[in-house]
């Protein structure tokens, strides 16, 4: 890699190992893994389950320690956690007694007052929740939970957006909705996204670029470019060739 590309990748993930350690043995999950993620695009991370794409995705925020190796953004090592490091999960991680207006604005407690409202009143809108601000979780659909989950994740001002397998326990129906709002918001906010998902569909619609995990001890086995143009329909011949791409990676994989 030139130093060029280098110094312009937004997250560089270099010869990262990671190894749990627990009482009865020592599970290595990560081995070797280098990335470079660029400036404001939307990347998948494919593999399948259980080869450490969240383990990945964790370290990648701070929030484990690596074994072996750095990872950086915007040129700093990553070393903790930082409260604008906020991922979107496929268990929705908002509060029930809060209201949307208080979850969205819920890591922005350093904002005075009038500052926070106006950061929440600006991602309530992006996401299209208004008239729901006073609402409380139990009171809305799983579509409009996932999308209190998406604002409060930007409204704290990161960069970045770590989303983690976000539309799992979504309906079918709302799972589409739902990808369509998240590249509508990906191009509104000009952010960097890191997806994780072991759906190679979603990872085709949304990617501009897609990185395939091999089996645990994880790899990156390749990255492939998505030139498809935007909006994606999955019945496109190159849609479907790209997916088939993936699979054949995947499924190799499996075989060995
Ligand atoms: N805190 C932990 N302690 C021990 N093992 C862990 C821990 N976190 C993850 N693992 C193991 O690491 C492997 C990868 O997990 P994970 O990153 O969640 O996979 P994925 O997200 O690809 O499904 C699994 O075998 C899992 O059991
Ligand atoms: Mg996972």
Redesign the pocket.
């Given at each position: 890699m030139s130093a060029a590309a280098v110094a312009s990748a937004k997250i560089r993930v270099a010869g990262v190992f990671k190894s749990?350690r627990?009482k009865k043995e020592t599970?290595d999950?990560l081995e070797g893994v280098d990335l470079d993620v660029r400036p404001q695009e939307f990347l998948a991370i494919v593999?399948?389950?259980?080869?450490?794409?969240?383990?990945?995705l964790?370290c990648i925020a701070g929030f484990e320690q690596l074994t072996k190796g750095s990872i950086e953004i915007d040129g700093e090592r990553v070393r903790k956690p930082s409260r604008k490091r906020v991922f979107v999960f496929q268990e929705t991680g908002i509060f029930p007694w809060l209201t949307v207006r208080d979850n969205i604005g819920f890591g922005l407690g350093d904002l005075e007052p009038g500052a926070r409202d106006e950061v929440v009143a600006r991602y309530v809108a992006l996401v299209g929740l208004q008239g729901f601000e006073k609402a409380y979780p139990a009171e809305l659909s799983g579509g409009m939970k996932q999308r209190v989950e998406f604002a409060r994740a930007l409204a704290v001002e990161s960069d970045v957006l770590y989303l983690?397998e976000p539309f799992g326990a979504l309906d079918a129906f709302t799972r589409l909705e739902m990808r369509r709002e998240i590249a509508r918001i990906w191009k509104a906010t000009g952010k960097t996204c890191l997806l994780?998902t072991?759906d190679v569909e979603e990872a085709v619609e949304l990617a501009d670029r897609i990185a395939v995990?091999t089996r645990?001890p994880a790899r990156i086995e390749r990255i492939l470019e998505n030139p498809l143009p935007r909006p994606r329909d999955p019945d496109d011949t190159g849609f479907r060739e790209l997916k088939d791409q993936i699979f054949d990676i995947l499924g190799v994989e499996r075989r060995v």
């Open positions: 749990f627990t599970v999950v593999g399948p389950s259980g080869c450490g794409k969240s383990t990945l964790n983690d994780v072991h995990m645990r």
